[in-house]
């Protein structure tokens, strides 16, 4: 079964500075997705970034980009030039791509503040 | 653009009694998800369907039940709640069985 874990339970970052947040994973697959799920106080889950294994360039998404390590089944989120809006909690999540339907798996999250 | 409705958003329930969380997506995706989420932690998959009629167990399906009639409702019976069911309920629904999971609102259960 794969696992994912979230080693930060809480970070925080000044207003225009740039944070990074860690994820770890353990699958014996070689086919997956990755996530970044944010998740504001109206606990809405807003879909932050996405990586598939199989591509060796990083994803990015204006302010978000991640680092992809698959060798060492790492994938952090870098946030550049916080904002007061990217205060929310952080969720990693993993999702086979070789079984059709796969759940995702989630970390337990980080909760980011930022501070003004 | 409605995407994925949740009903309710918060409910109290007393031990022993049943409801139905609801779920509707107007996407016309095949894929749908129930979550839970308790407090602190990630989300945990309790049921999914991959079309009308097909329904599978998740990673923590005991206490509940679903229904897949039609493509776009998926509700989540609870029956006999009890407190280790107060937890956050979330459903999702995907277009493929790889694609993006897009989440509803949620719905904040108690159970007293």
């Known amino acids: 079964a794969q696992t994912v874990t979230q080693s930060q339970p809480e970070m925080s970052v000044q207003e225009a500075e740039t944070v990074t947040l860690s994820c770890t994973y353990d699958?014996?697959?070689?086919?997956?997705?990755l996530f970044w799920y944010k998740q504001p106080p109206s606990r809405q889950m807003i879909l932050v970034i996405r990586?598939?294994?199989?591509?060796?360039q990083n994803a990015t998404e204006n302010r978000f980009s991640v680092n992809f390590q698959k060798a060492a089944k790492s994938f952090s989120l870098k946030i550049s030039d916080s904002q007061l809006g990217d205060a929310a909690m952080y969720f990693c999540?993993?999702?086979?791509?070789?079984?059709?339907?796969?759940?995702?798996?989630f970390g337990e999250g980080t909760q980011l503040t930022v501070n003004p | 653009n409605a995407g994925v409705t949740q009903t309710p958003k918060f409910r109290i329930l007393k031990i022993g009694q049943s409801m139905t969380l609801q779920c509707t997506q107007d996407m016309n995706h095949n894929y749908m998800y129930w979550y839970r989420q308790d407090p602190g932690m990630g989300l945990k998959l309790i049921y999914y369907?991959?079309?009308?009629?097909?329904?599978d167990k998740g990673e923590v399906p005991n206490g509940y039940n679903v229904s897949r009639s039609t493509t776009e409702d998926f509700p989540l019976r609870l029956e006999l709640a009890a407190p280790s069911q107060t937890s956050v309920y979330f459903c999702a629904s995907s277009s493929t069985g790889y694609g993006i999971q897009y989440f509803g609102a949620g719905t904040r259960l108690s159970v007293l």
């Open positions: 999540a993993y999702r086979s791509a070789e079984t059709s339907g796969s759940r995702l798996t």
């Open positions: 699958t014996s697959e070689s086919d997956y997705y």
């Open positions: 369907s991959v079309g009308a009629g097909i329904t």
């Open positions: 990586q598939e294994a199989y591509k060796q």
